[in-house]
């Protein structure tokens, strides 16, 4: 499977982006997809994950703010992200995989200016 991540780019606090992950080959609709970004000097951590019935999970910074959803006729999973925050900007990455995530997307860059 390859997975790529795209739609990041510079907003305004406040505004909003939405992130694509667009898979080929692969059963990309059997696997949880679950995006994750690294922001400069920190970890990487999980944004939010969608499982293959559909449910969703979100990391406490993401609630409220970010909605996943999955395609699977279109082999996409994308991230909404409304509200957008200073310390939202970081790389985001999809990641998919059946347990674990084995199957990572290049990143892609999302900047908030305050």
């Known amino acids: 499977v390859q997975l790529q991540a795209f739609g990041g780019g510079l907003v305004q606090a406040g505004g909003s982006l939405k992130l694509s992950c667009a898979a080929s080959g692969g059963t990309f609709s059997t696997y949880r997809v679950g995006w994750f970004r690294q922001a400069p000097g920190k970890e990487r951590e999980i944004v939010a994950r969608?499982?293959?019935?559909?449910?969703?999970y979100y990391a406490d910074s993401a609630k409220g703010r970010f909605t996943i959803s999955r395609d699977n006729a279109g082999n996409t999973v994308s991230l909404q992200m409304n509200s957008l925050k200073s310390e939202d900007t970081a790389v985001y990455y999809c990641?998919?995989?059946?347990?674990?995530?084995?199957?990572w997307g290049q990143g892609t860059l999302v900047t908030v200016s305050s």
């Open positions: 969608i499982n293959r019935a559909g449910s969703t």
């Open positions: 990641a998919a995989g059946s347990i674990n995530y084995n199957y």
